[in-house]
């Protein structure tokens, strides 16, 4: 039997426009292009004989087991996914999908976008709307200095600017 793992509790189920597309791409392409290379080299692995000694044919069972774990995780995730297509009826506030510049304490400027858990490792600047900076900063408005929380300690900014792509 396999090492006991507590459930996970799933993320948020928001998601834009570009992160459900970049999802259903790495789909496709594992499903119709990456299973079926990875089946082939195995099953050409297989028939090179003893299988037990065959470092090509146990590294493509552990290739083939990865590719079937994250098709099964979409499978299960994408039809539970809701598409933000519309941008919010206050664009000066932050929202899901908010590209928000802040002011940090040192006066340096950085740049983030509020997105699902499920996109945040597509683009750099993308934070996850679970993530304890995003959730401070959800429904704040420009010129407000919020105080957030971060595992490096209190941590203080000012929204400087907001905008919706």
């Known amino acids: 039997m396999g090492r006991y793992r507590a459930p996970v509790k799933p993320g948020s189920p928001f998601i834009t426009e570009e992160g459900y597309q970049d999802l259903t791409d790495e789909y496709n392409h594992l499903w119709r292009v990456k299973r079926p290379e990875v089946v082939k080299a195995l099953s050409e692995a297989a028939a090179e004989g003893d299988r037990s000694e065959n470092a090509e044919y146990i590294y493509r069972k552990r290739q083939l087991a990865s590719i079937d774990y994250r098709v099964r995780y979409l499978q299960k995730r994408m039809p539970d996914l809701k598409v933000v297509k519309e941008n919010p009826s206050d664009l000066n506030r932050v929202f899901f999908g908010a590209w928000i510049t802040l002011l940090e304490e040192n006066d340096t400027e950085i740049t983030y976008?509020?997105?699902?858990?499920?996109?945040?490792?597509?683009?750099?600047?993308?934070?996850?709307?679970?993530?304890?900076?995003?959730?401070?900063?959800?429904?704040?408005?420009?010129?407000?200095?919020?105080?957030?929380?971060?595992?490096?300690?209190?941590?203080?900014?000012?929204?400087?600017?907001?905008?919706?792509?």
Do not use: M
Request: hydrophobic letters at 40%; glycine letters at 12%.
């Open 113 to 165: 976008r509020i997105v699902g858990p499920d996109e945040i490792h597509t683009q750099e600047g993308n934070i996850s709307l679970d993530a304890p900076l995003a959730r401070g900063l959800l429904g704040k408005g420009i010129d407000d200095i919020i105080e957030i929380k971060l595992p490096q300690g209190l941590r203080e900014f000012e929204i400087i600017e907001i905008r919706y792509a």
